[in-house]
């Protein structure tokens, strides 16, 4: 088969001249447009799912299912459009847009907030225009509704609940809410029964926008890959409508390992295995489901997550559930069949401390892990030199970095002259030329590098977008917390792409680097 090529992007980094201050659904068509000049066929995003409120991590959702609806085009909905579009806005509240357009970060709570009100501006219109009067998208509204209330009921009712009694978790809420007894529930419904509806509404709107953007991307021959987070905030829908699956006192996190020496504490939930298994896995399987519907293929977050989970208890005591390596190897390959069984095209991030064990298992099911060029070396020969990408096996994803690592240029600055020596030696061995150790970066090294990866065995390749241009800004910066981490943008709006001079050298490039054949 041919081996795919793509990029890796947050879908918050690539906004248009008309987004309001961060990347949005319909901007993925115009870098679709770029990916196929550059003879790339796949887009890998992070996760798009709706994020507690206060966060800027993906990684951290209060939905397991939803669309965030900070990524929704507002001037894209007729709905808007009708009610006045901008001018229905106040002058304070377009000022408001006016700076986070001209913010060289995301500001995803104010475009959070911007958003929140042009929505309920549009329902309103949808209301008097279609809902009374019984349209015919009123049906339209209705049957999205109904198909996909296995999910939406559950997230509209916990963000309209969250509305009503806002500043604390689902666990501050009445406690007869917060168990979720049918008769407080009930009640909740029909004292809520607008707001939930807008909640469903704005669902509905991102995937018509969804759908629409995926359908181009296709036309452009470019397949949408997304990315499966290990679990979810425990203040989040899927949490409150399965209490009993998940330990919310224990933290879940990794162990120390290369990005931390004292390991990392995430703040999310631990699964209780045990009653997860005696469900026959029904939430995750209902989430593979969710992702083969929204992508073409989706890489599994925190792999070794899915056979050992590691947490902290409040007491400070560490634990992996399960415990022992047997049970371990079972449950991964019990969930990793779960994702098999969607038909979606997976590959599973086995980085960090993981287990020979782990990598041994997905290799046995024929799910791809992670080759990055940095960490691919032979540590027990001297000066520990790298693995040629041409020798990566056939079953994984080749990349130069990830949205947890610095960019190779940034890499390259802070280097040992051994690890430098070592790349160099690497882009010698596979014929890419001469590099002096001591020199700085360059654009020349960044293409020797980049066509070094060209080379790979792999069946996928992905680029970071900074080290297609050589750029050292970092999506992510692992164990810190800070406006440094999510909030990057591309320095031009992804509607030019395809007429700056800049974009369009790059895109002659890596379609010059050419793609394996069968």
């Not at 018509?208 to 890959?225: C, D, E, I």
């Not at 020797?448 to 999506?475: C, E, K, N, Y």
Request: glycine letters at 8%; aromatic letters at 12%.
């Amino acid at each position: 088969m041919i081996r795919h090529r793509g990029i890796s992007l947050p879908l918050s980094s690539m906004p248009s001249s008309s987004s309001w201050g961060i990347g949005e659904i319909p901007d993925l068509v115009p870098m679709g447009q770029w990916l196929e000049a550059a003879a790339f066929d796949q887009l890998m995003l992070l996760p798009v799912g709706t994020m507690a409120r206060g966060q800027s991590s993906p990684y951290s959702a209060c939905s397991a299912m939803a669309i965030d609806p900070i990524y929704i085009s507002i001037e894209g909905i007729e709905d808007f459009s009708r009610a006045g579009g901008l001018e229905s806005l106040s002058s304070d509240v377009r000022r408001w847009l006016g700076e986070v357009r001209g913010s060289s970060l995301v500001r995803f709570a104010q475009v959070r907030e911007l958003k929140e009100v042009a929505l309920w501006i549009a329902f309103r219109q949808f209301v008097s225009d279609e809902w009374d009067q019984r349209s015919i998208r009123a049906g339209e509204f209705a049957a999205f509704a109904h198909r996909e209330r296995w999910w939406l009921d559950d997230y509209a009712l916990f963000q309209a609940c969250a509305a009503e009694w806002p500043g604390g978790t689902w666990q501050d809420w009445p406690a007869t809410v917060a168990r979720r007894e049918p008769a407080a529930v009930n009640e909740v419904r029909r004292h809520l029964g607008r707001r939930l509806m807008f909640k469903q509404y704005v669902q509905w709107i991102a995937s018509l926008q969804w759908q629409s953007a995926r359908a181009a991307l296709k036309a452009h021959g470019v397949a949408l890959f997304g990315d499966l987070p290990f679990v979810v905030d425990a203040h989040s829908a899927d949490v409150w409508a399965r209490q009993d699956e998940f330990l919310t006192e224990v933290s879940v996190g990794v162990p120390p390992d290369a990005f931390s020496d004292t390991g990392q504490d995430w703040g999310l939930p631990m699964y209780r295995w045990d009653v997860v298994h005696q469900s026959h896995f029904a939430w995750l399987r209902q989430r593979a489901q969710r992702m083969a519907a929204l992508y073409d293929g989706f890489r599994v977050d925190h792999l070794v997550g899915f056979y050992r989970t590691y947490g902290k208890s409040p007491s400070g005591e560490t634990l992996f559930l399960p415990p022992d390596e047997p049970t371990q190897v079972a449950l991964g390959e019990q969930v990793m069949r779960v994702f098999l069984e969607t038909g979606a095209d997976i590959v599973a991030e086995d980085l960090g401390t993981v287990p020979g064990f782990v990598r041994e298992s997905i290799a046995r099911l024929g799910v791809g892990g992670y080759k990055v060029l940095r960490w691919e070396r032979v540590w027990s020969q001297p000066g520990r030199p790298f693995v040629e990408p041409a020798h990566y096996p056939a079953r994984s994803a080749a990349t130069t970095g990830t949205h947890d690592t610095e960019p190779m240029a940034a890499w390259w600055d802070e280097a040992s002259t051994e690890d430098r020596y070592a790349l160099a030696e690497v882009l010698h061995r596979a014929g890419a030329g001469g590099w002096d150790p001591s020199a700085p970066w360059s654009d020349a090294l960044r293409d020797a590098i980049l066509r070094l990866m060209a080379t790979a065995a792999s069946d996928h390749l992905f680029f970071p977008i900074q080290d297609v241009f050589g750029w050292r800004d970092r999506i992510n910066t692992p164990a810190t917390v800070g406006e440094h981490n999510w909030t990057w943008r591309l320095p031009w709006t992804v509607d030019t792409w395809l007429d700056r001079e800049e974009t369009r050298e790059r895109a002659t490039f890596l379609r010059g680097t050419g793609r394996n054949k069968p």
